[in-house]
Nanobody, 114 residues
Framework: QVQLVESGGGLVQSGGSLRLSCAAS????????MGWYRRAPGEQRELVAR???????NYADSVKGRFTISRDNAKNMVYLQMNSLQPEDTAVFYC????????WGQGTQVTVSS
């Protein structure tokens, strides 16, 4: 069973930082691009950052310059460093493949207070 387990969310003040982690089953991790997605209250899930198996990255305009995605292929981990967080970043964050074809994990809640 392929699994994705996200962690690292929490409550922070505007301007703060968080680092999210995603543990992925090795069978899906090695040869796939991975991404961080988020679903804000009342909104559809959106892709905010992606990284190829070779380490190339791409970001949504809304997070460019503030978020950094990275991966550790030896540990089957994907990370999202989030700086300068704003209230509009409040959402449940998920990781998945690019495109998303694995069952979604529970996600990790990020709440940014003003």
């Amino acid at each position: 069973q392929v699994q994705l387990v996200e962690s690292g969310g929490g409550l922070v003040q505007s301007g703060g930082s968080l680092r999210l982690s995603c543990a992925a089953s090795g069978s899906i991790f090695r040869n796939n691009g991975m991404g961080w997605y988020r679903r804000a209250p009342g909104e559809q899930r959106e892709l905010v950052a992606r990284i190829t198996s070779g380490g190339r990255t791409n970001y949504a305009d809304s997070v460019k310059g503030r978020f950094t995605i990275s991966r550790d292929n030896a540990k089957n981990m994907v990370y999202l460093q989030m700086n300068s967080l704003q209230p509009e970043d409040t959402a449940v964050f998920y990781c998945n493949t690019i495109p998303a074809f694995v069952s979604w994990g529970q996600g990790t809640q990020v709440t940014v207070s003003s």
